[in-house]
């Protein structure tokens, strides 16, 4: 054979090679959601992609079967086309068997070196760029592969599904998606720029709707603006120009014995209407409305179900002694979701400082304080849910000023205590 013909079989054994490795690397590159998009967009090569993907033993058999015997025949062919002709040339300036030996050297290097970037590198940085569009291109060609060589196939694949199954490895692909997947993916979003970091930071506090209870976004006990039933209308109406809410807690004697609650709009018209305000008797029967009552364990997920089963956006948070521990509106959720997206009247519960330090109220929710401080977990996760409460289980009592717990490389000191409520800690970096 002479060169210029072993030079042309070399160029078809490399794209030969080169599309065997786009068809392995885009087959297992091709995201499945991407996939199923184009499906049920009407491509009908996208559904046999994913067919693939599910079955994939004989498609990978007929690969791995075209680029060895490509790269044993590129060797030959390559060896013998390329040798004699260096060897000649080196002749030249060495001995025979020098020159021999050298070009054998050479021809090797350079026939694999085309392999490596022509047949391997490239094409598969080529199919890694946009891997469902170049599986959906070579799926048809690959599929007349795998019936054209199917007896070799199914013998290869049998001994490799043999292999599996005593290794007790799974035989299909998993193609479950898992919340770790879309927030990984929401990630890779975000640091690409096609997803701004408030709103990656939406996803992820729907997701954390599942593990984040309803003390970490309620109003607490301390906070709590109430009405008893034996209030006058002097002081209602006092108590609404000072203290101004949508929705006010009715209490029969104190705050744990709760009789319902009253809106503020319904307060208002009546003080536009010059009626008085009472909360007992026939003028309460229109104020007064029966609230929704939830434990306090119960996920910010199933709050939600409750508002919206009871058609509610309004509810009391007692423990398991039936103590008031706090009140949790639906917009206290829907924040706890938007976070910074939305603007917020109060203080912030946990803000950064110019030395790099924190400054966190007690009431901080774990979640918040992980995210602030970019931790996985903190020691004893599930015993509580506030700053306060890591506060008192690491230090086995309630916490008093100038107290502090070091952990992770973080230093926790109470700088405020009002009436064994945890004010202000102070959160700094140890070196």
Known sequence: MGLTASLIVIALLIGVSAFFSIAEISLAASRRLRLSQMADEGDARAAQVMAVQDHPGSYFTVVQ??????????????????????AAALSWVVDPATASTVGFALSFLVVTGLFVVFADLFPKRLGMSEPELAAMRVVGPMRWCVRLLKPLVWVFDSLASGLIRLFGLPAARDNRITHD????????????????????????????????TVESAMTTRERIVYFLLDDDDALIRTRVADQPHSTYLVCDGHIDQVVGYVDATDLFLKVLGNEPISLRGEAGQSLLKKVLIVPDRITLSEMLAQFRQAHEDFAVIVN???????????????????????GHHDEEQIVRREDGSWLADGVTPIPDLLRALDIDELPHQGQYDTLAGFLMVMLRRIPKRTDAVTWGGWRFEVMDVDSYRIDQVMITRVV
Do not use: H, K, W
């Open 320 to 342: 398991e002694y039936s103590l008031v521990v706090g009140v949790i509106t639906l917009n206290d959720v829907m924040s706890t979701v938007m976070g910074s997206l939305v």
């Open 65 to 86: 079967i075209g680029l060895n015997a490509v790269a044993i025949l590129g060797g030959i062919v390559g060896e013998g086309a390329l040798t004699p002709y260096i």
């Open 181 to 212: 997947d879309l927030l990984a993916m929401t990630a890779a979003g975000a640091a690409a720029g096609l997803l701004a970091a408030p709103e990656q930071q939406v996803i992820e506090n729907v997701f954390e709707l599942d593990t984040r």
